[in-house]
């Protein structure tokens, strides 16, 4: 099925390929018709004004999403990590373990949405140059539920990801209340103290070098604070509603499994409801082999509608 950008304006899709299967369910009915099993992955751009370009963009649809032409669906929007792209998630296993979880019943069929955030960390940049969050609240998630059937509202759209993405899964949710019902951060690139300046060479040199285009280099202290889901936590009413979950390895290589147990003891103080796990393992695709179904799992809790 080849989706064009007719009915929404700025944003163009191709299905990638043919269907996948895993496997046929006859329908109740007794049709030789069949529902696969597996989802779909569309790919294309959304054209930003605000940022002045081209986004590139994969949407995951359910494996019933062109048979039931009236049904709509939650939405998770799975922000990437660094050094990856858009189509990092499905190539790596993501859609994979989703497939997994939806086959064998353990949660029912919802859309993912998987936008190329660059080195952005999903901010606004320090000095304007670069206006990814703004570009995500105002351009994508309209333009996602204009073309596709999602159900647009709060307790049905989630958010998560991982490394940088689980930064700015946290950052995001967090800033804006008033869009996401629900997030996820596995491996959040969470740092608990900053040296001033940063130094130039060893673990700190690498931070520099990848916070400098959000940040700024020497870092911009009052936009860092801004930003920084650390921060963000210590006013944990101008999320009330939020359903959060987020865990970490205890062998992170990036010791982010520190910002994580920060994080998680911020919450607690402030008396709010979380679920926040450390688990074995270490930081990477290995990790979340292993432990991005909780993640999954936990938004399908999550939806008010999903199906039981």
């Given at each position: 099925?080849?989706?064009?950008?007719?009915?929404?304006p700025g944003?163009k899709?191709a299905t990638?390929?043919a269907?996948?299967?895993t496997g046929l369910v006859?329908l109740?009915?007794?049709s030789?018709?069949?529902?696969?099993q597996?989802?779909t992955?569309?790919?294309?751009?959304?054209?930003?004004?605000?940022?002045g370009?081209g986004?590139?963009?994969?949407?995951?649809?359910p494996a019933?999403?062109?048979?039931r032409?009236t049904?709509?669906?939650?939405?998770?929007?799975?922000?990437h990590?660094?050094?990856?792209n858009e189509q990092?998630?499905?190539e790596?296993?993501?859609k994979?373990?989703l497939?997994?979880l939806?086959?064998?019943?353990s949660?029912?069929?919802?859309?993912?949405v998987l936008p190329?955030?660059?080195?952005?960390f999903y901010?606004n940049s320090y000095?304007g140059?670069?206006r990814?969050?703004d570009f995500?609240?105002q351009?994508?998630i309209?333009a996602?539920?204009?073309k596709?059937?999602t159900?647009p509202q709060?307790a049905?759209?989630g958010?998560?990801?991982?490394?940088?993405?689980?930064y700015g899964?946290?950052?995001?949710a967090?800033?804006?209340a008033e869009?996401?019902?629900?997030?996820s951060?596995?491996s959040?690139?969470l740092?608990p103290a900053?040296p001033h300046p940063l130094?130039?060479?060893g673990?700190w040199?690498?931070?520099a070098?990848v916070?400098q285009?959000p940040?700024?280099?020497?870092l911009?202290?009052s936009w860092w604070?801004?930003?920084?889901p650390l921060?963000?936590?210590?006013?944990?009413?101008r999320?009330?509603?939020?359903k959060?979950?987020?865990?970490?390895?205890d062998?992170?290589?990036?010791?982010?499994?520190e910002?994580?147990?920060?994080?998680?003891?911020i919450?607690?103080e402030?008396?709010?409801?979380h679920?926040?796990h450390?688990?074995?393992?270490?930081?990477?695709w290995?990790?979340?082999?292993?432990?991005?179904?909780y993640a999954l799992?936990?938004?399908w809790k999550s939806?008010?509608?999903?199906?039981?």
């Amino acid at each position: 099925m080849a989706l064009t950008g007719k009915s929404a304006p700025g944003i163009k899709f191709a299905t990638l390929g043919a269907l996948l299967l895993t496997g046929l369910v006859g329908l109740a009915s007794g049709s030789a018709r069949a529902l696969p099993q597996a989802t779909t992955l569309d790919c294309g751009s959304v054209e930003s004004a605000i940022l002045g370009r081209g986004v590139n963009v994969c949407v995951v649809l359910p494996a019933d999403y062109s048979l039931r032409g009236t049904r709509r669906y939650p939405v998770l929007y799975y922000l990437h990590g660094l050094f990856e792209n858009e189509q990092s998630w499905s190539e790596r296993g993501g859609k994979d373990i989703l497939d997994g979880l939806v086959s064998s019943g353990s949660i029912s069929p919802y859309l993912v949405v998987l936008p190329d955030g660059g080195r952005s960390f999903y901010v606004n940049s320090y000095d304007g140059r670069e206006r990814y969050e703004d570009f995500f609240i105002q351009e994508l998630i309209p333009a996602i539920d204009k073309k596709y059937r999602t159900i647009p509202q709060v307790a049905e759209r989630g958010i998560g990801g991982t490394s940088m993405g689980g930064y700015g899964a946290l950052h995001l949710a967090m800033r804006h209340a008033e869009v996401f019902g629900s997030a996820s951060a596995q491996s959040a690139a969470l740092l608990p103290a900053l040296p001033h300046p940063l130094p130039t060479d060893g673990r700190w040199g690498f931070y520099a070098r990848v916070l400098q285009a959000p940040f700024g280099n020497p870092l911009n202290e009052s936009w860092w604070d801004a930003n920084n889901p650390l921060k963000l936590a210590e006013d944990p009413p101008r999320f009330a509603h939020l359903k959060l979950y987020f865990d970490c390895g205890d062998q992170d290589r990036y010791g982010f499994n520190e910002g994580a147990a920060a994080l998680d003891k911020i919450l607690t103080e402030k008396g709010f409801s979380h679920e926040y796990h450390l688990r074995a393992g270490g930081h990477g695709w290995s990790y979340l082999g292993d432990y991005m179904k909780y993640a999954l799992e936990f938004h399908w809790k999550s939806f008010s509608t999903a199906e039981r």
